[in-house]
């Protein structure tokens, strides 16, 4: 299969909890994007400044990380969704690196559907070999057991799609 790499973003602990299950489920590598100057989860304006930064399509500066995520066979990439897209250290991510004809499955953590963020997650990957994709919504709050249960499944059927 080749090495597989799960990539993610999480402020609030949502996105950390499936990325913790699924590379627990795979054995796979992780990394965790920091940006350098990060968003108070606690405050209420984490809303208002994580969404501008959103809607904006701000990129900004993550903190150093040793591993290059080019040399992987598969890319697993998470992120929280904010105002209806994907958040803003995803899209830094995103630009320092081109993972066009990369392996890619996503997953996304919303307090509603995410439909409309997935959507904007797959057209900004539009040029990688997207294998799958699945949404939670608040997976914390709504039954953590069978998010992480999901996740399992979920990660283990990337895994196959990817060994045939």
Same mark, same amino acid.
């Given at each position: @299969?080749?090495?597989?790499?799960?990539?993610?973003?999480?402020?609030?602990?949502?996105?950390? @909890?499936?990325?913790?299950?699924?590379?627990?489920?795979?054995?796979?590598?992780?990394?965790?994007?920091?940006?350098?100057?990060?968003?108070?989860?606690?405050?209420? @304006?984490?809303? =208002?400044?994580?969404?501008?930064?959103?809607?904006? *399509?701000?990129?900004?500066?993550?903190?150093? =990380?040793?591993?290059?995520?080019?040399?992987?066979?598969?890319?697993?990439?998470?992120?929280?969704?904010?105002?209806?897209?994907?958040?803003?250290?995803?899209?830094?991510?995103? *630009?320092?690196?081109?993972? +066009?004809?990369?392996?890619?499955?996503?997953?996304?953590?919303?307090?509603?559907?995410?439909? *409309?963020? @997935?959507?904007?997650?797959?057209?900004?990957?539009?040029?990688?070999?997207?294998?799958?994709?699945?949404?939670?919504?608040?997976?914390?709050?709504? +039954?953590?057991?069978?998010?992480?249960?999901?996740?399992?499944?979920?990660?283990?059927?990337?895994?196959?799609?990817?060994?045939?």
């Amino acid at each position: @299969m080749g090495k597989v790499l799960v990539v993610y973003y999480s402020l609030t602990g949502n996105t950390k @909890m499936i990325a913790e299950t699924i590379v627990e489920a795979i054995n796979s590598d992780v990394l965790e994007l920091k940006p350098v100057k990060e968003l108070d989860a606690e405050s209420g @304006m984490r809303y =208002f400044w994580g969404g501008f930064q959103a809607t904006m *399509k701000k990129k900004p500066k993550l903190e150093e =990380f040793d591993i290059n995520p080019l040399g992987y066979n598969l890319i697993i990439l998470g992120t929280p969704v904010w105002a209806w897209t994907f958040s803003p250290p995803i899209r830094s991510f995103l *630009k320092k690196y081109d993972l +066009t004809k990369k392996n890619i499955a996503l997953w996304v953590c919303a307090q509603g559907d995410g439909i *409309k963020a @997935m959507d904007r997650f797959k057209d900004a990957l539009k040029d990688a070999n997207i294998i799958g994709e699945v949404r939670f919504q608040e997976p914390k709050q709504n +039954t953590p057991e069978n998010a992480k249960e999901r996740a399992v499944v979920w990660a283990n059927e990337i895994i196959q799609k990817i060994n045939n």
